[in-house]
Each structure stands twice: as structure tokens, then as C-alpha cells.
């Protein structure tokens, strides 16, 4: 049974950074594309920051240059380096499980199978 942990969430204040890491148990987390999404209140979830098993990263535009996503396949364990964090980046992070296996990086919810139980960035100006 492939299970996913967050952690690493808090209220931290504009400018900070923060380090979001993701513990995944089951499965051949190498074989698997790895995400960050995010959630607001009253809007959809969106993808932050994916990592191909190739190590191949890509990030929504808002956070280009402020967020590193990064692997450690012996670790099972992908993480989110959120660098000047900025209200806005306000929401619940969670990591994701791409469904196939040596999959392409795709960036929709639909296409991850497995996800986190969440962990709560909060952002005070």
C-alpha cells in the first residue's frame, strides 16, 4: 500500500523560507513522477512543482525562481524548497504520486493517484 506524508507546514512571515518534505512508503518511489500541489480556501487545487523520475522539474509560474523541487530516491522523499514566501502562497501543499510508472511529466490532479494528507503553509504579511 503506497501511503504519502507531509510535513514541514507552519505560519511563517513574508520574506521567509521554508522546506516542505514528503515521505512516500510502498511502491518504487524512483520508477514515479513526483508533485506539489497547493489549495486556497475557495479555489482549485493546482500543481506548484513536479519532478520527473528523470529528475526533469517544472513549476507553475508564480513561483519560478522562489521554489526548488528535489528528489532523494533513497530517502523515498521529495521535497519543496519555498524560498520569499509571500502571501499568496497561502494554502494547503500537498505531494502527489504520479499514476504511471517511468511516466511523462504531465501536470494535471487527474493524471496522480496517490496524495498526502496535506500540510498548511500559512503566509502573514
Known amino acids: 500500500q503506497v501511503q504519502l506524508v507531509e510535513s514541514g507546514g507552519r505560519l511563517v512571515q513574508a520574506g521567509v523560507s521554508l522546506r516542505l518534505s514528503c515521505v512516500v512508503s510502498?511502491?518504487?518511489?524512483?520508477?514515479?513522477?513526483m508533485a506539489w500541489f497547493r489549495q486556497a480556501p475557495g479555489k482549485e487545487r493546482v500543481n506548484v512543482a513536479s519532478i520527473a523520475w528523470s529528475g526533469t522539474t517544472s513549476y507553475t509560474d508564480s513561483v519560478k525562481g522562489r521554489f526548488i523541487i528535489f528528489r532523494d530516491n533513497p530517502e523515498n522523499t521529495v521535497y519543496l524548497q519555498m524560498d520569499s514566501l509571500k502571501p499568496e502562497d497561502t494554502a494547503v501543499y500537498y505531494c502527489?504520486?504520479?499514476?504511471?510508472?517511468?511516466?511523462?511529466?504531465?501536470?494535471?490532479?487527474?493524471?496522480?493517484?496517490?496524495w498526502g494528507q496535506g500540510t498548511q503553509v500559512t503566509v502573514s504579511s
Open positions: 510502498g511502491g518504487t518511489f524512483a520508477a514515479y513522477n
Open positions: 502527489a504520486r504520479h499514476r504511471e510508472v517511468w511516466g511523462r511529466m504531465t501536470l494535471s490532479a487527474s493524471d496522480y493517484d496517490y
